[in-house]
């Protein structure tokens, strides 16, 4: 018996997941989405209170997976004591696939999965995304919802004449005689398949998502099991300033770690949060977070400093330990530089560069 498709999505406790989570729940509802979030027992409480709220707006339960799981001690601990006291860092990030990604493919076993993740489309990247054959991922914030195999798939030169057919028999977009064009130029060193993409894309979005959909079927993936997929039909390109207004128009409201906190230092004034969801010691953290969290978290930093002790010539912080950090002399150091880097800038900018500092780029790249 052919098992049914199981649509999943991640919550990372950061924003672009939460409001993925809001936007396919009030545009695509027929979807039945299962949630679930990866707990490595080092997130900030903020994180916690987020996915209570999620868990309220959304009518479901989150799926709550752990590492570890019969272990006495929490998903982080359980595995620092299995590999002896050696801490992650990033060149070393065991806690990414050891805590989110190997919890996350044992919850969805060997059943056929398509996992939403929250990329949007001001980012330019893929994201550490699962490589099972039974896992395939979706993109719906982006210009481009299909992972880099499917299109490298699709748009192969040997493919040429199976999408021209496929555009051929169900295209009416007015379109259709550039796009054939596009699609029998052959990839090369000076046509990459990402040009390939581009074009296609900028002459119909939609067109292009049903002959992404249509070629599916004669493949393995999890989606050549569906009749119908609504999301082929969207076309929108999701940013920055639109999942902040999703997750405020939702009253779900803004993780508290990125509202911003006004600080000061010779007299001028500036502005600090959190770009991440994640551990409290997450070693991508800027300077300017880990004074974050020593003023507003000063336990939490303790902690983490306790662990950055017991391994010597171990940083947290790229080679400057958190008690050097935390000298008060440090402190105004590093708001004082952060102030001058931006001294020309408006506020808003301000803020914006140290969300450029994104979560995709901690553990929580994962499920974001």
Known sequence: MTKAIRHVLGISGGKDSAALAIYLKNKYPSLDIEYYTCDTGKELNE??????????????????????????????????????????????????????????????????????????????????????????????????????????KVLKNDNIKSIEEIYSFSSKSANLDRIIQIINQPINTRFTLQQKLNL??????????????????????????????????????????????????????????????????????????RSRSGCYFCFFQQKIEWVWLLEQHPDLFEKAKYYENQKDGFTWNQGESLTELADPIRVENIKRDFLNRHKNKPKSSLLLDILDDSESEGCASCFI
């Open 47 to 152: 994180t916690y209170e987020l996915v209570e709220k999620l868990e309220s707006y959304l009518g479901k339960k989150i799926t709550k997976l752990k590492a570890g799981e019969n272990s006495s001690k929490d998903p982080f601990d359980h595995f620092y004591n299995y590999y002896r006291g050696y801490l992650p860092s990033s060149n070393a990030r065991w806690c990414t696939k050891t805590l989110k990604l190997d919890p996350f493919e044992d919850f969805v076993g060997t059943d056929p999965v398509i996992s939403y993740v929250g990329i949007r489309g001001d980012e330019d990247r893929e994201g550490y995304i699962s490589k099972k054959n039974n896992i395939q991922s979706i993109f719906p914030f982006r210009k481009n919802i299909w992972s880099e195999d499917v299109i490298a």
């Open 200 to 273: 296609l894309l900028d002459q119909d979005i939609k067109e292009f998502n049903r002959v992404v959909f249509e070629y599916l079927k004669v493949t393995e993936y999890p989606l050549s099991r569906e009749l119908n997929f609504p999301l082929i039909e969207n076309d929108e390109i999701l940013v920055r300033d639109d999942i902040f207004k999703i997750l405020r128009e939702s009253g779900v409201g803004v993780p508290a770690y990125y509202e911003p906190i006004t600080f000061e230092v010779d007299g001028k004034k500036g502005e600090y949060m």
